[in-house]
């Protein structure tokens, strides 16, 4: 995306706010903002009713009165983009396969498609519910705390043209990303359980279920019609069950890959409040994964095999092995580490759009979307630390 382009965006990208509760641009100008003094603590939320300005609501920020450096603007930009694309998808599974409340409102739920998630776990719908509610408020936050800060907030509705599912439950609203057609990657499932490769040293690992990289499956029921046969229906929720995994992981790395190159120590503190609550939610996932019963779709041939049992089964397989196993970490000399990996901070922005990307999460956006987001990431990726600015 040219700069010119980026730049215009900038003045119609406001706070992003739920359903029903439509938040308002913080009306502080750009040059107040740079001139406030260090004395005063700057307010955030008259007139904003999103959820994280309410958050922020009459607290003091301690780094309130600093603009944020160009670096942490672009890391905190893109990371809202990607918990916004996050929300966009979980909120999808919520209303098809969660609770729908007052918490997470929207749909009404799929019962044959919620009792077939059910079988990974009988808490599976509740903790659903509660991703989504998290990344929801992972945004809003991020989008808040870029205002207060003097950044800009990020929007991504003029990309929302995706279609809904039509399946019993879902809303008919358009969508930033399509659960219809993924490829997913569950190679994650082998690099955690490894004791002598890590990513960060260019390894590679096999995936855990081989088949779900050989097509494009749902993870949704896309209409009634998949909610039969039994078996293509548990081949749905099973694949949601490892995508769940596979995107939480991914999360997992992003958080601690950009607060190496942040400046500030308040921007350091909200990627290191954030990213390991991407860890609990793949933590959780990568149990409930393992739950998912063997099966084969009669439909399209995707097979879920038995993860405990040859060809499968073993250290690199075993479903219960869900604690990060020891691996190398920085350099061969040092003892092996129980570690979040990868965390190599060079292109980890690009990484994350390309790993989601060729997950097909984006099958059907619109080059302008793709070309936003590689700009968000360029930008997150060229962030050096200033120190200076501390
Ligand atoms: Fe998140
Ligand atoms: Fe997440």
């Avoid at 730049?7 to 359903?19: A, N, P």
């Avoid at 995107?247 to 120590?265: F, H, K, M, N, W």
């Amino acid at each position: 995306m040219s700069s010119e382009t980026s730049s215009s965006s900038r003045s119609s990208e406001t706070l992003s706010g739920r359903e029903g509760h439509e938040a308002q641009p913080i009306s502080e100008t750009a040059a107040s903002r740079r001139h406030l003094s260090s004395r005063r603590s700057f307010l955030v939320g008259a007139g904003a009713g999103a959820l994280g300005a309410g958050l922020l609501a009459n607290v003091p920020l301690a780094s309130a009165h600093q603009r944020l450096t160009e670096g942490d603007e672009a890391i905190l930009r893109f990371l809202s983009a990607a918990e916004i694309l996050e929300t966009d998808f979980w909120q999808q599974y919520n209303e098809l396969g969660g609770v729908q409340d007052s918490e997470v409102p929207g749909g009404s739920g799929n019962s044959a498609y919620t009792a077939a998630l059910a079988v990974l776990d009988s808490d599976m719908a509740q903790y659903i519910h509660d991703n989504t509610e998290d990344e929801f408020t992972h945004f809003t936050f991020i989008n808040a705390y870029l205002e207060a800060r003097g950044g800009r907030a990020v929007s991504l509705e003029r990309f929302r043209k995706l279609p809904s599912s039509t399946a019993t439950g879902a809303q008919q609203i358009k969508r930033l990303t399509n659960l219809m057609e993924l490829t997913v990657h569950t190679s994650w499932w082998t690099r955690y359980r490894s004791r002598t490769k890590n990513p960060d040293f260019g390894d590679t690992f096999p995936p855990a279920v081989p088949g779900l990289l050989k097509g494009k499956f749902p993870a949704i029921p896309r209409s009634d019609a998949d909610l039969t046969p039994a078996d293509h229906l548990q081949a749905i929720a099973n694949t949601a069950g490892f995508h769940f995994a596979t995107i939480e992981q991914g999360g997992t790395s992003l958080y601690p890959s950009l607060a190496q190159r942040v400046s500030d120590r308040e921007v350091l503190r909200v990627l290191l409040s954030i990213g390991p609550t991407e860890t609990m939610h793949f933590q959780t996932w990568m149990d409930k994964a393992g739950n998912a019963p063997p099966v084969t779709d009669p439909t399209n041939g995707l097979v879920f095999p038995d993860l405990n049992s040859p060809p499968f089964g073993g250290e690199d397989f075993q479903t219960n092995l869900i604690m990060p196993e020891p691996t190398i970490f920085l350099d061969r000399k040092f003892p092996v580490c129980s570690i979040i990996r990868p965390t190599e901070t060079e292109g980890a922005a690009m990484g994350a759009v390309k790993f989601l990307t060729d997950d097909g999460l984006f099958r059907g956006q619109s080059p302008a979307f793709f070309a936003f987001m590689t700009d968000l990431a360029r930008e997150a990726d060229a962030a050096r630390p200033e120190r200076s600015h501390q």
